[in-house]
């Protein structure tokens, strides 16, 4: 099991900056991708930006320009900074990774931190 634990949200005001922290731990072999997804009250889960080994990364149209997620060291954390905050930026924020393990994989969630844009 990979447990992900996810901490840095709260409130900001629009145009405003937050920082995202995830960090793994458990029986992790190789983690790709590694990100965050977000899901706003009644609307699906969707992909805010996932980064690879190497620094590959990939993001939502709806972010692209404003968001930067970035991999420690060890990836064995994620960081997503978030600029030029919207309202529509409101939603609760999942840490995601996939763990690899003999060709297999499992994908995790974290348990989500709050992030509401507001004046």
């Known amino acids: 099991q ?4 996810e901490s840095g949200g709260g409130l900001v005001q629009p145009g405003g900056s937050l920082r995202l922290s995830c960090a793994a731990s458990g ?10 997804y977000r899901q706003a009250p009644g609307k699906q889960r969707e992909l805010v930006a996932t980064i690879i080994s190497g620094g ?8 692209k320009g404003r968001f ?5 060291n ?3 954390t994620a960081t997503l900074l978030m600029s030029s905050l919207k309202p529509e930026d409101t939603a609760v924020y999942f840490c995601y ?8 994989f499992s994908d995790y969630w974290g348990q989500g931190t ?6």
């Open 2 to 5: 990979v447990q992900l634990v």
């Open 27 to 36: 029986s992790i072999n190789s983690i790709n991708p590694m990100g965050w």
């Open 56 to 63: 590959i990364t990939n993001y939502g149209d709806s972010v």
């Open 68 to 72: 930067t997620v970035t991999r420690g």
């Open 74 to 76: 060890t990836e064995r």
């Open 97 to 104: 990774a996939r763990n690899w393990r003999g060709g297999l």
């Open 114 to 119: 709050q992030v509401t844009v507001s004046s």
